[in-house]
């Protein structure tokens, strides 16, 4: 299922400016898709200027998401790999992006549980971060 919806939402990139840059490329494949509004976007910044990092879900992973009333279609993922990391407020480093969306408080629950299952992997961490193609990025993914 995550291939499924991963399939044609995934970049990869040498570098962007800042985090807040990152999260809003790192969603773009939402937005073009209709998936998310560009007010989806903005709340996600917005969540981590008032809440602090706490997308960051696991060292070097981030996962931006908002609430579904602030502009979510429909349920949704995307995925951005940066050769060079943002750093976050405190310095904190981030290479892989994972953009959440859900239509519904519980619309994404499945898809957190696979993506969950293969990021408690080190080892499948270290190929996405190692990764040059969506292809090699979707076979992370191949076996959840």
């Known amino acids: 299922m995550l291939q499924d919806v991963l399939k044609g939402n995934i970049q ?7 985090w807040e840059e990152a999260i809003k490329i790192a969603a773009r494949p939402l937005l073009e898709k ?10 996600m910044v917005d969540n981590v200027n008032k809440n602090g990092n706490y997308i960051i879900i696991l060292p070097e992973v981030a996962m ?8 979510a279609i429909e349920t949704g993922i995307s ?9 976050f407020p ?7 992006f994972f953009v959440l969306s ?6 994404h629950l ?7 299952e293969a990021l408690t992997d080190t080892k499948k961490v270290e190929t996405l971060k190692k990764a040059n193609s969506e292809e090699e990025v979707l076979n992370v993914f191949s076996d959840v």
């Open 90 to 96: 405190n310095e904190e480093p981030v290479y892989l």
């Open 102 to 107: 859900a239509e519904t408080n519980d619309g």
């Open 79 to 87: 995925f951005m790999k940066l050769d060079q990391p943002v750093l």
């Open 110 to 116: 499945d898809l957190l549980a696979d993506l969950g």
């Open 34 to 43: 209709d998936i998310i509004e560009h007010k989806y976007i903005d709340a």
């Open 64 to 71: 931006p998401h908002a609430r579904h009333e602030y502009g």
């Open 12 to 18: 990869l990139k040498k570098e962007v400016a800042n």
